[in-house]
């Protein structure tokens, strides 16, 4: 389908058809009495050359073919020198600005060499280095600066289309990040739950089969929160182009994070302080997500025992505190965590601090209560 005319492309033709044969009969009936009077031949060559100009977008070398064997019969015929050039002006420049320069340099110099030919018809006299050298810059000065336009144009579509790469790193590095920890987080909790429900197996304890239930339903919980969460994930993914959908968890989903994490003997236990007052979205996102890469690193590398989870509201910001026992190595083992949780809260303007010990490990998340600007 062909794209439609535009005003840019229609309104220069337009004029040039108008405009450049009443100019040149004014110059030939108000100026010196140079050249050949205007007549319908005339009239006609400058009015071919202006409408071709309709055509330079999008047939540059059509356009150029056309205006310079309009633009040279006019002169070869004796007409005065005069706004007729000014479509040639425009020929030239159209080619180097929208054709590769291997392409729009020899049709240039073509159509150089076949105007300069009027000299000879015309003016044999003239035909020497100082008329041709002043013929030339009518193709010289409007092919570089075709060629210097078209460069500026190809560096700002090269710096948009890098803009736009690093928009797409971003937003991939930012899903997989969410699917990791939704994922990691699902596993976490069903690993949990499953080796409760195993213990309680192997014990001869009339509970057992009480815990055991206890334990699977906690699992199916714990599947179902993660698929939930990972749709809520892929969602916020546009299919449309559209806007990406809001519906990323905050402090708000806290306590039934840490539900999903708890389990006899390895309760995860949640203090508030301070006044917990709204939090913006994305301070509250990365605080999430932290709490849910660190309660799962606890389930997989601590030592069993309880978590502590504390969330301090100050007037400024908001830390999160999450503390296990210890195993050997845990903080050694980096992973895609930390350095993930690291990045999640250097986005919104907050830092993470990490603890450890023979005795415990511990993690400090801080981030303003107001996203960066």
Not at 143 to 151: E, I, K, Y
Not at 278 to 298: D, K, M, T
Not at 342 to 360: E, F, K, P, S, Y
């Amino acid at each position: 389908m062909q794209e439609p005319w535009r005003a840019r492309e229609v309104v220069p033709a337009a004029v040039a058809v108008v405009v450049l044969p009443l100019w040149s009969r004014g110059i030939h009936r108000f100026g010196p009495p140079t050249g050949r009077a205007i007549d319908p031949v005339g009239l006609a060559l400058v009015m071919l050359a202006g409408a071709m100009l309709l055509l330079r977008r999008r047939r540059p070398l059509l356009t150029l073919a056309v205006v310079t064997a309009a633009v040279t019969t006019y002169l070869a015929l004796g007409y005065a020198y005069g706004p007729v050039l000014a479509t040639f002006l425009l020929a030239v420049y159209s080619v180097a600005r929208h054709l590769p320069f291997r392409t729009a340099a020899p049709a240039a110099a073509l159509a150089v060499l076949v105007m300069l030919g009027h000299l000879l018809v015309r003016e044999p006299v003239l035909a020497a280095p100082t008329a041709v050298t002043i013929g030339s810059a009518w193709a010289v000065v409007p092919f570089a600066v075709g060629v210097a336009v078209r460069q500026r144009r190809n560096a700002a579509d090269s710096q948009r289309e890098v803009q736009v790469q690093v928009r797409l790193d971003s937003e991939r590095l930012r899903l997989s990040r969410d699917v990791h920890d939704v994922v990691g987080h699902g596993l976490a909790a069903i690993h949990l739950q499953a080796s409760v429900a195993l213990r309680a197996a192997d014990r001869d304890d009339p509970r057992a089969p009480q815990r055991m239930a206890e334990a699977l339903s906690s699992i199916e919980r714990a599947s179902a929160d993660s698929l939930a969460e990972l749709r809520d994930v892929l969602q916020t993914i546009p299919a449309d182009g559209g806007s990406p959908r809001d519906t990323t968890p905050g402090l708000a989903a806290l306590p039934a994070l840490i539900g999903r994490m708890s389990a006899p003997g390895a309760p995860v236990r949640l203090r508030v302080d301070g006044d917990p007052a709204p939090l913006a979205a994305a301070p509250g996102l990365a605080l999430y997500r932290v709490a849910q890469e660190a309660l799962a690193n606890a389930v997989r590398h601590g030592e069993g025992g309880p978590v502590d989870v504390v969330v301090d509201h100050s007037a400024e910001v908001v830390r999160l505190t999450v503390t296990n026992t210890a195993a050997p190595g845990q903080g050694d083992r980096i992973g895609m965590g930390l350095p993930s949780m690291r990045d999640r809260l250097g986005a919104v303007g907050g830092t993470l601090i990490t603890n450890h010990d023979r005795r415990r490990f511990e993690l400090v998340a801080t981030v303003p209560r107001e996203e960066p600007a």
